[in-house]
């Protein structure tokens, strides 16, 4: 199964693309995950929708090619990070690839919130780009106090509960794949 992931974090030591890699190491076996680039995309400007950079080709190809899409996301002043923003405005429109598509979402914050007004705001956007949602009851990946679970050298998460937590929401979202 070939999945994406995007991450709303562009920061090098972001916990939010620990998380997506952590995902990618562990599922190895059974999925090939591959973690996209949204930083160096143009503003989404409608006047360029029908004729985009090759970068904004390639990033909708590869949505559009893939099983599934697991959105990570950090929360920017309660609300998600522009650039990830920026990044679904492209894909929203013209060949609309996101259509359809299966889609989780998770993130972390140091914060108490685990990203939770992110999340939900997300949830709302992808309502608008008629994704096809993983329930979120019972599958909200919200990881708080994220500089105590993670790995300073590897940059992975560490927390033995968080950890199995994360591979159950992705084993249902394969599942719900499959269904
Ligand atoms: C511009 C900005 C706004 C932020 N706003 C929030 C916020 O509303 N809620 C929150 O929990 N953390 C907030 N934070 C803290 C981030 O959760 C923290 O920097 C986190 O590590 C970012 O994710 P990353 O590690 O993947 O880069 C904010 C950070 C920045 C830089």
Redesign the pocket.
Known sequence: MKLVAI?????K???????AETIKERFVQNIELEILEIGQLPHYNQDDEFNPSELVLEFKRKVKEADGVII?T??????I?GVLKNALDWLSRVDKVLIGKPVMTG?????????L??QLQIREILTALQVKLLPPVGNEILI?Q??TKFDEETGLLKEEATLKFVDDVVERFVAFIKE
């Not at 991450?7 to 920061?11: F, H």
């Not at 030591?13 to 998380?19: A, C």
């Not at 950090?74 to 609300?79: A, G, M, R």
């Open positions: 991450v709303g974090s562009l920061r030591d972001s916990y939010n693309r620990g998380l990570i950090p929360e920017f002043n309660w609300s990070p993130g972390a914050t140091m914060g108490i919130a685990g990203t007004r992110a708080s994220a500089h």
